[in-house]
């Protein structure tokens, strides 16, 4: 039998169908114009509602109670009180999946159940009313002043053109049908563009302005489902580390280890990602900043995934692009040696 992933569930189970009889037991969700009320909670007033992602997911939501919304998986483990590998076996077995998950005494998969060709996801709630963000720039060529200013954090010219990091001369956004021009590269004011996923429609950016103000020095249409550096993975390896930034990412990289960034420091990874990140590598491991907004969140996500959490002494730069930056690069080695972090060979 194959394994249990949530990849494998979906191909015998629509999104739907796990809703309407693990959640809602029994109530039919066609409608997308339709609100709900939250059967995870005393909830009398139907405001909820359901919209799907650009990756296909199915996600409920109740503006009142986010921490009892998303998809199916993660309201069964919350129903249930469960981890996410364990909302797979609940599922798999209501379901009688023909999936190895190591189930309980007497329980009989269904093995003949064949897979469903296709399924239908509800579409997103007024898509054709508001459209996602979409970002347009032009790349420069890298200037010997944009290679100078990466080489500080120990990153080179063949690093950024690896996870699609480009001086751009302007960028333009377009909002709900709304277009405008952001910004224009200047000397005093030069701009980068991540190309997180070019696969997307529109692609997936962020701006990065370095020398800009705090409010101004991000623009971005990605989203928790965005992990920067996930693309530029291998299929397999020893340690993973989890940072706060794609510019630590790639500052990791000339030391030659493995790495990814959530969108935002605050962002919690999807479960379906984790799960695959931890099919792939063998150890995963948190580096956030080590300040107090940092260390809080590694915190929470080594707990959520398991990991373990690296928090850099505070005599050292806040993040390991800065600790490179400073010289310090011996002393990061020590530490990531000292809590077995391999290098990808």
């Not at 007024?126 to 944009?146: A, G, H, L, P, Q």
């Not at 990412?249 to 960034?261: R, T």
Request: glycine share 4%; proline share 5%; with cysteine.
């Amino acid at each position: 039998m194959e394994q249990l992933t949530y990849q494998n569930i979906l191909k015998y189970v629509t999104q739907e169908q796990i809703f309407e009889e693990l959640i809602f037991e029994g109530r039919e969700i066609v409608d997308n114009n339709r609100v709900y009320t939250n059967p995870l909670r005393d909830d009398r007033n139907p405001t909820c509602h359901f919209y799907t992602t650009d990756n296909g997911r199915l996600l409920f939501m109740d503006r009142a109670a986010k921490e009892l919304s998303g998809s199916c998986f993660d309201m069964i483990k919350v129903k249930y009180r469960v981890t996410f590998y364990e909302a797979c076996r609940i599922i798999a077995r209501h379901f009688k999946l023909p999936l190895d998950s190591g189930y309980l005494e007497g329980y009989e998969p269904d093995l003949t159940r064949n897979k469903i060709k296709s399924y239908y996801v509800i579409p997103a709630l007024n898509r054709n009313e508001k459209k996602e963000t979409e970002i347009k720039i032009v790349i420069k060529d890298y200037s010997i002043r944009d290679l100078n200013w990466w080489k500080r954090y120990g990153i080179t010219k063949s690093i950024l053109k690896r996870y699609r990091v480009y001086p751009i001369e302007a960028c333009w956004i377009r909002k709900d049908n709304n277009s405008f021009l952001y910004h224009v590269y200047t000397y005093g004011d030069p701009m980068y563009a991540y190309i997180v996923n070019k696969h997307n429609k529109p692609p997936k950016i962020k701006i990065y302005r370095p020398l800009a103000s705090s409010k101004n020095k991000w623009r971005t249409n990605c989203n928790v489902e965005d992990l920067q550096g996930y693309t530029q993975l291998p299929k397999k390896g020893n340690s993973l580390i989890i940072t706060s930034s794609l510019k630590d990412v790639m500052s990791l990289k000339s030391l030659g280890y493995i790495a990814v960034a959530p969108n935002n420091e605050g962002s919690i990874i999807p479960d379906y990602l984790i799960e695959d990140l931890n099919n792939r590598f063998e150890n995963i491991f948190i580096l956030y900043d080590n300040d107090e907004a940092g260390i809080k969140t590694s915190v929470k996500m080594s707990e959520l995934i398991n990991a373990t959490n690296i928090i850099l002494p505070s005599n050292l730069p806040k993040d390991p692009s800065d600790i490179i930056k400073n010289n310090k690069t011996d002393e990061l080695l020590c530490i990531l040696d000292s809590y077995g972090v391999k290098k990808y060979i």
